[in-house]
């Protein structure tokens, strides 16, 4: 059951009848020594440290060890609660869950990488805010997160995960992918269908620089999570509508991963470009260092 790209991913889903996550289940368990119930508990965990910190700074802010960021995620939660959003349910909680992982991660609490620490919070915004509003069940998340490990697994294959070598991209932008994925096959969507939804996820967002204030990942990382989330629903949407993605996922991850290595050392995680090069955005680097 093992695959290199996407393409031999859809295959084997055709050839077995099988959805995105049940292949990456069975491979899972092929290649390496633990017991499918072991898999399946430590990918309860897993969902399990992701609720925790996505939900736990709305109830009690955290503040970033930088100071830059603490609390949003409860702004935004109350104003979804006082019927203000205009967003919708859905990417309303997702970028609220997205801000949560944030604070928690720039306040060193547990997260889980999904697939880095500073785009930990794509995957559990998209995941818990569809739980919440269809009341999808644990056990069909964790489904989701197999499919958005297939999703990833494929970007560490053959391209990469890090800002350093692919700007922001190839962070929040493969976990929006991840997002994408498995909100489309939580949906009812197919295995083809996932895969278009990763491709228009990294289509729009192509070319994004990894430009931390301060080399600290905190800001735009947060709000970028929350773009993340948002950007993720909507190429689930646009996939499960039936629109075609003319481009295949292998095609636009390698489109990705050429970008990625393109991109000047100043916009790839070394705080010497965009947002960290504004006026604002040095005065913060420079704050305690007498200048």
Do not use: W
């Amino acid at each position: 059951m093992d695959f290199k790209n996407g393409a031999e991913l859809l295959a084997l889903c055709r050839e077995h009848g099988c959805s995105v996550s049940e292949i990456m289940r069975i491979r899972e368990q092929e290649s390496g020594d633990a017991a499918p119930e072991e898999i399946q508990a430590r990918m309860e965990r897993i969902l399990e440290i992701m609720k925790e910190s996505a939900s736990s700074p709305v109830r009690s802010p955290r503040k970033s060890i930088g100071g830059l960021i603490g609390g949003e995620a409860r702004l935004l939660d109350a104003h979804r609660a006082a019927g203000k959003s205009i967003c919708g349910d859905v990417i309303s909680r997702a970028i609220t869950y997205a801000c949560g992982v944030l604070e928690v991660n720039t306040s060193m609490g547990l997260i889980v990488a999904a697939p880095t620490a500073g785009s930990s919070g794509v995957v559990p915004g998209v995941l818990l805010a569809l739980g919440d509003v269809y009341q999808i069940p644990d056990s069909r998340l964790i489904d989701g997160l197999f499919n958005a490990g297939a999703i990833g697994y494929l970007a560490m294959r053959n391209a990469t995960v890090a800002g350093a070598v692919g700007g922001c991209q190839a962070e929040v932008g493969v976990a929006a992918a991840m997002a994408a994925s498995a909100a489309t096959e939580l949906m009812g969507g197919e295995p083809e269908q996932c895969l278009s939804a990763a491709s228009f996820v990294l289509m729009n967002m192509l070319g994004l620089v990894c430009d931390p204030v301060g080399g600290l990942v905190e800001c735009p990382c947060q709000g970028r999570n929350a773009a993340g989330a948002a950007i993720a629903v909507t190429g689930a949407e646009m996939a499960l509508s039936g629109i075609r993605q003319i481009i295949p996922f292998d095609e636009m991850l390698a489109a990705m991963y050429s970008v990625g290595r393109k991109m000047p050392a100043e916009l790839r995680e070394t705080a010497l470009g965009g947002c960290a090069a504004t006026p604002t955005g040095c005065a913060f680097a420079c704050r305690d260092c007498g200048r």
